[in-house]
Nanobody, 121 residues
């Protein structure tokens, strides 16, 4: 059906940068909203950023001004540029896409497996 694969996670020192990528593939008719979520140890999963098909964006207050979400509608990819990283950003980051697939008329949410981001102090 539809698969989402994240990449770009890793270990970085505080103040550094990482760029996460997520590729959607499979039987995709269209994609509406795409987003990035994260879950830190002992915490609930939270929305980090999302972007609509038209390019509108929303960010969590904790990352606003440091992170930038973008997408490529031709390649069915979404990116998260993370700058000025802090230890508090350490989490597993998940890609999410709302996809209309095949002959189905409705959108369904698909999730990637997650990629670990670790920021050392």
């Amino acid at each position: 059906q539809v698969q989402l694969v994240e990449s770009g996670g890793g270990l970085v020192q505080a103040g550094g940068s990482l760029r996460l990528s997520c590729a959607a593939s499979g039987s995709i008719f269209s994609i509406s909203v795409m987003g990035w979520y994260r879950q830190a140890p002992g915490k609930q999963r939270e929305l980090v950023a999302r972007v609509t098909s038209g390019g509108g964006t929303n960010y969590a207050d904790s990352v606003k001004g440091r992170f930038t979400i973008s997408r490529d509608n031709v390649k069915n990819m979404v990116y998260l540029q993370m700058n000025s990283l802090k230890p508090e950003d350490t989490a597993v980051y998940y890609c999410e896409a709302n996809v209309r697939s095949g002959s189905v008329s409705s959108y369904s949410a698909y999730w990637g497996q997650g990629t670990q981001v670790t920021v050392s102090s």
